[in-house]
């Protein structure tokens, strides 16, 4: 077995015993497992290094207000820096560090997050001006929890921008159609659940009903 399938195993087997007990599931055979949260994902990664054999670990949360085909850190990223494979006991060792680690995180974010009106709490402290995603996490978020007068200040911040990339004008189509369902909160939550269903489809996760969005 080549040093690289070694480390691979080690990876993979380490996670999986420490993961799966707690409904912690592998991305297919990638090195990025979901703690699936229904409308927001935590996210655990052993980012592999460009120039020699280890790992990264990154932990973070993907809100699923927004249609995409892979997994984005939203909030929280970089949790350990770069360990590098050295013997089959050291790595192993220092995997098993990183799951502790992850572990622990992870129930942060679930005690942090408990309710949709606790991460809206925490959307709006941390909206920047200078980042569009986060004034639109927040405002769905505010939409979502029956806060729409803040809701709508959010969507028409960025309504009311010029932007020029490509996904800046995507975010701002959606806020205006999100703007125009906040009289219907049906309307507005099953637009929502619809995008979210899309991504845990393309992450091949099962969908997820309106009742969910509690």
Excluded at 143 to 162: C, D, H, P, Q
Excluded at 182 to 204: C, G, M, S, Y
């Amino acid at each position: 077995m080549s040093q690289q399938d070694v480390h691979t195993k080690i990876l993979n087997s380490t996670a999986r015993k420490f993961f799966e007990a707690k409904d912690i599931k592998q991305q297919g055979r990638s090195r990025v497992w979901i703690a699936d949260q229904k409308y927001w994902l935590i996210a655990i990664e052993f980012q592999p290094s460009d120039w020699s054999k280890g790992s990264y670990l990154n932990v973070g949360c993907m809100w699923l207000f927004y249609p995409q085909d892979h997994i984005a850190f939203n909030y929280g990223h970089r949790e350990k820096e770069l360990i590098k494979y050295q013997t089959e006991k050291q790595f192993e060792q220092a995997v098993t560090d990183f799951c502790l680690s992850a572990m622990i995180k992870v129930e942060e974010y679930q005690k942090k997050f408990i309710s949709l009106d606790a991460i809206c709490d925490h959307l709006l402290k941390i909206v920047n001006q200078k980042n569009t995603w986060s004034f639109y996490h927040a405002a769905v978020a505010c939409g979502l929890t029956k806060r729409n007068s803040k809701a709508k200040e959010l969507f028409n911040n960025i309504i009311n921008e010029k932007y020029t990339f490509d996904w800046e004008v995507e975010i701002q189509n959606k806020s205006k159609l999100l703007i125009s369902q906040l009289v219907t909160p049906e309307k507005f939550k099953q637009t929502v659940i619809d995008w979210a269903n899309h991504t845990r489809t393309a992450l091949k996760l099962t969908p997820i009903n309106i009742e969910m969005l509690k």
